[in-house]
């Protein structure tokens, strides 16, 4: 299985073809070049709430996975919500 382009993932405003779109790309991998396709997600219509709270939640994924994998090695219990943490680690990392 592979894994995902770590974080930091950054969001950026970017132009494609006659609509506006919000582009997530990671700083140290990204090269400049309308040829060279290195976004890692792209929201549509970034003018939109909606689309803009999706840019930004998509862009703290990799952060958002490591802290919640962090809790779970420090606090782990058999409760509900915990066993909601595990879910969601495994869904992230494509095991669930």
């Given at each position: 299985?592979?894994?995902?382009t770590?974080?930091?993932?950054k969001?950026?405003?970017?132009?494609?073809?006659?609509?506006?779109?919000?582009?997530i790309?990671?700083?140290?991998?990204?090269?400049?070049?309308?040829?060279?396709p290195?976004?890692?997600?792209?929201v549509?219509?970034w003018q939109d709430?909606?689309s803009?709270?999706n840019?930004?939640?998509?862009a703290?994924?990799?952060?958002?996975?490591?802290?919640?994998e962090?809790?779970?090695?420090?606090?782990?219990?058999?409760?509900l919500?915990?066993r909601?943490?595990?879910e969601a680690?495994?869904?992230a990392?494509?095991?669930?």
């Amino acid at each position: 299985m592979s894994t995902h382009t770590p974080g930091p993932w950054k969001r950026r405003k970017k132009w494609k073809s006659d609509n506006k779109a919000l582009e997530i790309y990671h700083p140290d991998r990204s090269i400049e070049s309308p040829f060279v396709p290195n976004a890692i997600a792209i929201v549509e219509d970034w003018q939109d709430e909606e689309s803009l709270a999706n840019a930004r939640l998509i862009a703290a994924a990799p952060e958002l996975l490591e802290a919640l994998e962090a809790v779970i090695s420090v606090a782990d219990r058999d409760t509900l919500i915990f066993r909601k943490a595990h879910e969601a680690i495994a869904k992230a990392k494509g095991e669930a």
